[in-house]
């Protein structure tokens, strides 16, 4: 019998509003690729993003569009029957897995736990199924976040009555000293890889190539680029796309409505360009 494989997970824990919506679609992209270099991307757990890897450590408490999809936005009971599916699904698929390494990718790892002890059950759980865990983790200027997040936020059906950012509404996402020590005081730092949200920081000023190494992978020459992902609206498309959720709100009874469609996928790709 040979030495037994190593198992190791590659966890890419955003932040938000750090290109993870561009890196998931690339990993996506390029799954065939990744398995040919023995590394897995759990598609059970979320495509391209692996939302139910986070929502199954978060709290009860915690409630988002993930819930509100769902149709669980209250309902306690059937919120921690998904999450332990979830988590024995994880274990009895790791227990069959074939190749060395699991990547997973999710921003709200970073924006959704935000407790000390959600970060432990997650640490404990993931030490159970690997045997070495790289944690990654890009930190963007506060203020290029606080601009993306409201954008974001507008897409999702938010109606604001000015673009004055409140920061409370951003602090989770923005005190990076927090983030940091919240996951220091579970992670061992050694585990923790971060990395600055800033073209000139990047490796080869590209932000494919500064992923990639961080997992240790030399194949940026080999990956196919996808078409820019989440971009954030223009100043007039923001404007026009308050005027439709007003009119059309993004959730009607706790569901989303089926009349809104994909229109801020429209509006990311033609968006609105001011009069000169």
């Not at 020459?221 to 959720?245: C, G, R, T």
């Not at 809104?260 to 968006?271: A, C, F, M, P, V």
Request: with cysteine.
């Amino acid at each position: 019998m040979g030495p037994q494989k190593v198992k190791k997970l590659i966890l890419h824990i955003g932040s938000e509003k750090t290109g993870t919506t561009s890196i998931q679609s690339m990993l996506s992209v390029n799954r065939e690729l990744l398995e040919a270099k023995s590394i897995r991307l759990p598609t059970f757990l979320g495509k391209p993003n692996h939302r139910y890897a986070e929502y199954a450590f978060r709290s009860n408490d915690t409630q988002d569009d993930f819930d509100m999809n769902r149709g669980i936005f209250d309902d306690s009971v059937a919120k921690t029957t998904l999450k332990n599916s979830i988590k024995r699904d994880w274990e009895e698929t790791i227990s069959r897995e074939s190749l060395d390494t699991w990547l997973i990718s999710c921003e709200h790892f970073q924006s959704r736990l935000q407790y000390q002890q959600e970060i432990a059950n997650l640490w404990q759980f993931i030490q159970r199924l690997f045997d070495k865990i790289t944690i990654i983790i890009y930190l963007r200027d506060p203020i290029g976040t606080a601009y993306s997040h409201l954008s974001t936020e507008i897409k999702g059906g938010a109606a604001p009555r000015s673009f004055r950012i409140d920061p409370g509404s951003v602090s989770g996402i923005c005190n990076h000293q927090k983030v940091l020590e919240t996951w220091l005081s579970v992670v061992p730092k050694a585990c923790l890889k971060v990395r600055l949200f800033e073209k000139s920081r990047f490796i080869s000023n590209d932000l494919y190539s500064d992923f990639l190494a961080s997992c240790g992978l030399d194949c940026r020459d080999q990956i196919e680029i996808p078409q820019p992902a989440n971009s954030s609206l223009s100043l007039p498309a923001m404007k026009l796309m308050i005027l439709l959720n007003q009119r059309i709100p993004a959730f009607f009874n706790n569901h989303r409505n089926p009349v809104r469609q994909d229109i801020h996928h429209y509006l990311e790709q033609y968006s609105v360009k001011a009069p000169s």
